[in-house]
């Protein structure tokens, strides 16, 4: 059982300036991402009537991701990360004024419509490059902005404003969508990520705690090294990586939006906003209340649970039963977040940030796109609803099997 003192009260963090003004600047960029990917898949899916092409989308984005997410690690911890971050954003600047260019009338009228989803493709792989070195620093900086015993407190309060950001992005953009079009939505995506960039410019430049000269690939190896032979991390991490690779419906919310519930734009906003209200609701809760023990125990049930609403997601007809069971799969995973995260910020030492968090980003955030690569390619092959019900039946098989290889991490508590 862990030792590591922790603050005991929740709000802590809050007290300082810094954290604040990151966990302003964090939200509004979340939030524009988000509202980024929503109104992606659904302009893809009215460009292609694909379901494949949904899954390219995520594909499209996990191979630089993956291709750069170790090197991505060895750079950060070897760079000042305050400096990074603010590049990255201004790369994901470029890249928004890029599909506004591309959702105009002109380049409509000018270019066919698989052409401009190739384009589309292009431009989220760039968004994928640069995410694998902007998620890694964003978790890495938390570390040097509040002292330890506030990390857990921390980290419940990061993952809340990423949850709460991402609620309102997929939220919004589905409104957004339906009153003002795709090229306008993208217009005001370009000013929250703005925003965004000028409140974490606001943070002062951190120390770099790695100053001795290591090749490349003794340093990558030096971050896997640790996460494999740390248990709890590789298990955590394993569990949320197939959780989301099998029982990521998200990725075909646009094709149960638009061919089984039958519903606008605005009802897929909230289709699509329903798992992050969940993830909001759990997590501000344990944010108050946190858990003080049988953490592992609890991260299994939560991830079984989310594989069960899957299930009941795929076999739905109505749109309130689909939204309770996103809903209540998003309430499964916001303790699946805050039990990771906190392990995460707990168990890696700050020489090794960047790497770990590299290979968390590996395992967690690129699990996402592979996971609608997945959904893409089995809709096709299975059927839409057929595929969903086989990823939450994989879910839970992958809890089982979990349960019995990693019992130091159902047994741990901190």
Avoid at 278 to 289: A, D, E, K, P, Q
Avoid at 300 to 307: E, L, N, S, T
């Amino acid at each position: 059982m862990s030792t590591i003192p922790r603050n005991k009260n929740p709000y802590a963090p809050l007290k300082i300036g810094e954290f604040k003004s990151f966990i302003a600047g964090r939200f509004i960029f979340i939030m524009g991402l988000r509202m980024t990917g929503t109104v992606i898949g659904w302009w893809m899916y009215l460009l292609t009537n694909s379901k494949l092409a949904l899954g390219f989308v995520g594909l499209a984005e996990v191979i630089p991701a993956l291709s750069l997410a170790l090197y991505a690690g060895h750079y950060i911890d070897k760079n000042e990360k305050r400096n990074l971050l603010l590049r990255c954003i201004k790369l994901y600047i470029g890249c928004i004024i890029l599909f506004i260019i591309l959702s105009t009338g002109f380049t409509a009228s000018h270019f066919h419509h698989w052409t401009i989803a190739v384009l589309i493709c292009g431009v989220i792989a760039l968004t994928g490059a640069i995410r694998a070195f902007s998620g890694p620093t964003f978790s890495s900086l938390i570390s040097q902005i509040v002292p330890k015993d506030m990390l857990p407190s921390a980290a419940a309060i990061s993952s809340a404003t990423w949850l709460i950001g991402s609620i309102f992005g997929h939220a919004a953009a589905g409104f957004l969508i339906a009153f003002f079009g795709i090229n306008t939505t993208f217009v005001l995506i370009l000013c929250f990520v703005i925003t965004g960039y000028i409140l974490l410019s606001k943070l002062s430049e951190k120390p770099v705690f790695v100053t001795t000269a290591t090749k490349t690939w003794q340093s990558v190896k030096e971050g896997l090294n640790y996460v494999f032979k740390t248990k709890e991390l590789l298990g955590a991490l394993s569990l949320d990586l197939f959780a989301v690779l099998f029982g990521g419906a998200v990725a075909l919310v646009p094709v149960f939006a638009i061919d089984i519930l039958h519903i606008g734009a605005i009802g897929f906003g909230w289709l699509n906003a329903a798992a992050d209200i969940g993830s909001i609701i759990t997590v501000t809760f344990l944010t108050v209340w946190p858990l003080h023990r049988s953490q592992g125990r609890t991260l299994f049930y939560a991830v079984a649970g989310f594989g069960v609403c899957i299930i009941l997601f795929a076999v739905s007809t109505l749109f309130w039963l689909s939204f309770a069971a996103l809903l209540m799969s998003g309430c499964m995973d916001g303790i699946s977040v805050i039990i990771r995260s906190t392990i995460l910020q707990l168990k890696t030492p700050d020489e090794l940030r960047g790497r770990v968090m590299s290979v968390s980003s590996m395992f967690i955030n690129s699990s996402n796109e592979l996971g609608q690569f997945e959904s893409g390619v089995a809709a096709k092959i299975m059927g839409t609803v057929s595929s969903v019900i086989f990823g939450g039946c994989m879910t839970i098989g992958v809890v089982i099997f979990t349960w019995f290889k990693a019992p130091s991490l159902r047994k741990m508590e901190y």
